[in-house]
């Protein structure tokens, strides 16, 4: 798990100055906390089998 985090920090370091945010210091921990629960929700969503007949909707309608 530390891996992981050192790996969300550089990413998350690398991806500021990518769109040239200034992120502080102290923000960083909880930045870098907020994007490791971010990617375990994403990971659930992610983890899910679609049957193959299944197509992507060409048009969202609610």
Do not use: C, Q, T, W
């Not at 985090?5 to 909880?30: N, S």
């Amino acid at each position: 798990m530390e891996e992981r985090k050192l790996e969300m920090r550089v990413f998350v370091e690398h991806m500021a100055l990518l769109v040239d945010l200034k992120l502080r210091d102290e923000y960083k921990d909880g930045v870098v906390a907020n994007f490791e629960r971010i990617s375990n929700i994403a990971s659930v969503v992610n983890e899910f089998e679609l049957p193959d007949e299944v197509e992507a909707a060409p048009v969202f309608e609610p």
